[in-house]
């Protein structure tokens, strides 16, 4: 049985999304919030963008795509591992914390990816993201 009381419409939060030199790169869509807390949220990259990199210290990403074809970059213990989210067929990605992430549109069109941070993103959490070159993954930087 639903809990849904009432119809009713809300405007989703979408913001326009930038790399790390400030060149538009797509967007972000929050899809389902509780309260002020993010439970789902949609990413888009622009075909041959790069999102990233960056690690949250206390969410994990789960990872699926739904249009296009992503490769997510992960340096897991200072060791660089790839892998291949395509539309079809969908397949789901459990990335931990601590995992430094970037996300690359590898296809010709618009890629989508739904993410359900766990725990869900909570705004109120600071120096929760940490962003990094590449660069400094490689030689080991710790922030």
Not at 45 to 65: D, E, N, Q, S, T
Not at 85 to 104: C, F, H, K, Q
């Amino acid at each position: 049985m639903s809990n849904i009381r009432e119809i009713k419409e809300e405007i989703a939060k979408k913001v326009d999304t930038k790399d790390l030199e400030g060149n538009p790169n797509g967007f972000l869509i929050e899809l389902f919030k509780d309260a002020e807390k993010t439970t789902l949220y949609l990413t888009a990259a622009k075909p041959g963008a790069f999102k990233g990199y960056h690690l949250h210290r206390v969410r994990g990403a789960r990872y699926i795509c739904i249009r296009g074809k992503m490769k997510i970059i992960l340096y897991v213990d200072g060791k660089k591992e790839e892998h291949i989210l395509t539309s079809n067929p969908p397949t789901r990605l459990y990335i931990p914390p601590n995992i430094a992430t970037g996300l690359e549109n590898i296809g010709d069109e618009e890629a989508w990816l739904i993410n359900f941070p766990d725990p869900p993103y909570d705004p109120n959490l600071k120096d929760e993201q940490v962003d990094y070159t590449e660069e400094e993954l490689i030689s080991g930087v710790v922030k």
